[in-house]
């Protein structure tokens, strides 16, 4: 049996159909679904794959897939075997002799990322094989699987094949699979943003990576309420205002970078052309690079000349900071801007007027500038004689810095100056994260409001195993004790969440649970800074893209947990396993949260009521960095040191294990 159309592999049979097929016939079909024609040394490996799975599954009843498509990695599993309750996932390496590193993260990636997000992978034992073509030595038998189901990647030579995968069949538990039905399993990724912008910009759609359970709020829904404000935007010559509301993790960058992708071609081919502009710089500047190592990759394959600076050239307008388009706005008090469609990352972060005109007093020279920066984005973008849209991504609780404005600015911006604007905004503005109502009192003043419950995201999409991770931080930092436990009861199975006083052992916890290339690291509070003793230095910069993109060898890489990101560094990105480090600027004391920024050689209290909440905020971003699973670290302290006597740290710890948390080592 062919692959269809709908096939995710160049190839499907069963396997007595694999059997009776030539060499030449299943090599030809596979160069033929190629995407940009298979060269000669690639046909010569599949000839040596096939010749070994004709040899390996004689005796085998089950179904075959070659080069099956891995949506979410942007990649193919040479091989996928489903026999009995098992789900086998090859991977070849024609000719080698030894097994490296890289390449077992790679087939258990394969592993994982069925387990995770395809459908019909949630139940099914999972054995992922690297097969080192003429290797020697090998793994004689499975290890014994995670309780997620899956194996350890098993290594073995090309002779060893057939013993692996009959031992995998005898293993396995659990139901039959049945494989054709399998492979029409739907395919529910929930991709970093590393991930996503690089799936994003080679043209694929928010609804090809994105979750569509029911669980999950389909993103797709949220992009179409966009493009149609666009479309009707353009059609009718209106201006708008989108404000696109989510907790944590809910997706709100992944729809804005569609919305750029989607309109991405110069403006002369597209009068919709789109920036995705953010005051994020760690996530500019990461983002940037990934997706700029992606196309030279994507060019290498194809065999493509090139220069690296050019492709960087290329990348660079999809991606921008703010505040350079704030600056191109300045040059010119008349000239538009080139993109008629501008998404705000990050929106509530926007500076208020006093700290937009200090800006511009010290750094451009400008000492009667009087506008927020949300005021003059939408003058700039006002300078269009037709049409425009400015697309607002809300993080609820997200504001970090001195000068942050919220959200309800720019509701205020076009109340005060552009009451002609049309504003779309989800009801969902009431929340506390959202400033206790204030955004929802401001839209309520205007005239041309639409709502629209599609422009909230609900439901966090960073951790896939816990939809509920948001609630639960929001209700840890509410000190809604009753409400946090009874949502840890749902996230525990499912998230594994640990505490523990002992640093080392938080660093060993991770390592263990991290397969893979699952990315790991340290996190800290910008404010954190008695954690020296413990070899964290917040005051000592990172360079971000050593940090998320660095291989496990980097010493600079999150691998390391050496060094501690802070909530300026982390906010929009995430990794797989955290461990979140907890100082005593933010401790519990007697039922309360107290708030201390250290100064000399004293902690000091934190008395602005927004400062409070900026340092709130820095925890919740902490501790929702994580997409699989989290250890909090509470120093013990010690008596002998005034700036970190237990009962600075104490309380913290003690509520933290009254809402659940177990202890890790006890």
């Not at 499907?12 to 097929?21: A, K």
């Not at 995968?165 to 293993?171: E, F, M, T, Y």
């Not at 149609?228 to 907790?247: C, E, M, P």
Request: include cysteine.
């Amino acid at each position: 049996m062919s692959g269809d159309a709908r096939a995710p592999a160049y190839l499907e049979d069963t396997v007595s159909g694999f059997l009776r097929r030539s060499v030449c016939d299943i090599v030809g079909q596979l160069a033929r679904h190629s995407e940009f024609g298979a060269e000669q040394t690639q046909c010569d490996a599949w000839c040596v794959e096939v010749e070994l799975l004709q040899q390996a599954l004689r005796g085998v009843v089950g179904h075959l897939f070659l080069e099956f498509v891995v949506p979410r990695l942007g990649s193919r599993i040479d091989a996928v075997l489903v026999a009995g309750a098992a789900v086998v996932t090859i991977e070849f390496k024609v000719g080698a002799s030894g097994f490296l590193r890289a390449d077992q993260d790679q087939v258990w990636d394969y592993a994982l990322d069925l387990k995770n997000f395809h459908r019909g992978s949630h139940d099914a034992d999972i054995f992922p094989l690297l097969v080192a073509t003429e290797a020697v030595d090998a793994d004689s038998t499975w290890e014994s699987p995670y309780e997620d189901g899956v194996r350890p990647p098993r290594r073995i030579g090309g002779a060893q094949l057939g013993d692996a995968l009959r031992d995998a069949v005898n293993a396995a538990h659990g139901p039959h699979v049945d494989g054709a039905p399998w492979a029409r399993h739907p395919y529910q990724p929930t991709p970093t943003i590393v991930q996503a912008a690089r799936a994003l910009y080679a043209r694929h759609s928010v609804s090809e990576i994105s979750r569509s359970d029911a669980s999950a709020r389909n993103l797709s829904e949220t992009a179409e309420a966009i493009e149609a404000v666009i479309d009707r935007s353009r059609r009718d010559g209106r201006k708008a205002l989108v404000l696109v509301t989510g907790v944590p993790g809910a997706g709100k960058t992944l729809v804005g970078l569609n919305v750029a992708t989607r309109h991405r071609r110069s403006v002369e081919q597209d009068p919709a052309h789109a920036v995705f502009l953010s005051g994020n710089g760690p996530l500019v500047t990461v983002l940037r690079e990934a997706l700029t190592r992606d196309e030279l990759q994507r060019l290498r394959e194809r065999g493509v000349k090139f220069r690296r600076g050019d492709v960087a050239q290329q990348v660079k307008p999809f991606i921008q900071n703010v505040h350079h388009f704030r600056d191109e706005g300045l040059r010119s008090r008349v000239e538009p801007p080139a993109d008629h469609v501008v998404v705000f990352d990050e929106a509530q972060r926007a500076w208020d007027r006093s700290k937009t005109a200090r800006f511009m007093k010290s750094r451009k020279k400008i000492n009667d500038f009087t506008q927020s920066e949300p005021e003059f984005q939408l003058s700039y973008m006002n300078r269009h004689g037709d049409w425009a849209v400015a697309v607002c991504l809300v993080g609820g609780g997200q504001e970090i810095h001195d000068g942050e404005a919220g959200i309800e600015t720019w509701v205020d911006a076009v109340h005060d100056g552009f009451p002609e604007w049309d504003v779309y905004a989800s009801p969902r503005l009431t929340d506390s994260e959202y400033g206790e109502g204030r955004a929802l009192d401001a839209l309520r003043r205007l005239d041309r409001v639409v709502w629209d419950e599609r422009l909230h995201l609900a439901v966090s999409m960073r951790s896939f195993r816990a939809e509920r991770l948001s609630g639960f931080v929001k209700a840890l930092l509410d000190l809604d004790a009753d409400a946090a436990r009874r949502v840890f009861v749902e996230l525990r199975d499912r998230y594994p969440l640990v505490v523990t006083r002992d640093l080392d052992a938080a660093r060993r916890w991770i390592r263990r649970q991290a397969r893979g290339t699952e990315r790991y690291g340290l996190v800290a509070s910008s404010q954190a800074e008695r954690l020296k003793p413990h070899a964290i230095d917040v005051r000592a910069k990172i360079d971000p893209v050593h940090w998320f993109l660095g291989p496990r060898e980097d010493t600079r890489s999150s691998f390391y947990l050496e060094d501690a990101a802070t909530e300026f560094q982390v906010q929009g990105l995430e990794l797989d396993w955290v461990c979140v480090t907890w100082d005593a600027d933010l401790r519990l004391v007697r039922g309360e949260w107290n708030f201390r920024k250290f100064h000399g050689s004293r902690w000091k209290q934190v008395h602005k009521v927004e400062h409070r909440r900026y340092l709130c905020n820095a925890y919740r971003v902490l501790l929702t960095r994580a997409r699989q699973g989290m250890a909090v670290f509470v120093p013990r302290g010690d008596p002998a040191d005034p700036t970190r006597r237990p009962e600075f740290y104490d309380g913290t710890f003690d509520y933290l294990v009254s809402l659940g948390l177990p202890e890790l080592g006890v």
